[in-house]
């Protein structure tokens, strides 16, 4: 199973709404699982990456990348 890249500040939708109403959550966390925080109430979740892949509508926005560094040849 492919993963869906998501970044650290990316907004998302899910597919069902949290019992506050949103759908909206912002993404606070990258690992095994994809911690989520919800914009309406502030609530934090931790989701699988699967689970997280499933139930991902949309992105809302996603976050800045950095600029890449600049490349530093090697020292001899």
């Known amino acids: ?3 869906i890249p998501v970044s650290v500040g ?3 939708q899910l597919r069902k709404p949290h019992p506050c109403g949103s759908y909206v959550w912002v993404v606070v966390r990258i690992g095994a699982d994809i911690g989520l925080r919800c ?3 502030g ?3 931790l989701l699988p990456r699967g689970e997280f892949n499933k139930r991902l509508k949309a ?3 996603r976050a800045e990348t950095p600029p890449a560094a600049p490349e ?3 020292e001899r």
């Open 10 to 12: 990316d907004v998302v």
């Open 59 to 61: 992105f809302v926005s």
């Open 1 to 3: 199973m492919a993963y």
């Open 39 to 41: 914009q309406k109430c």
């Open 43 to 45: 609530r934090r979740v």
């Open 72 to 74: 530093v040849p090697p």
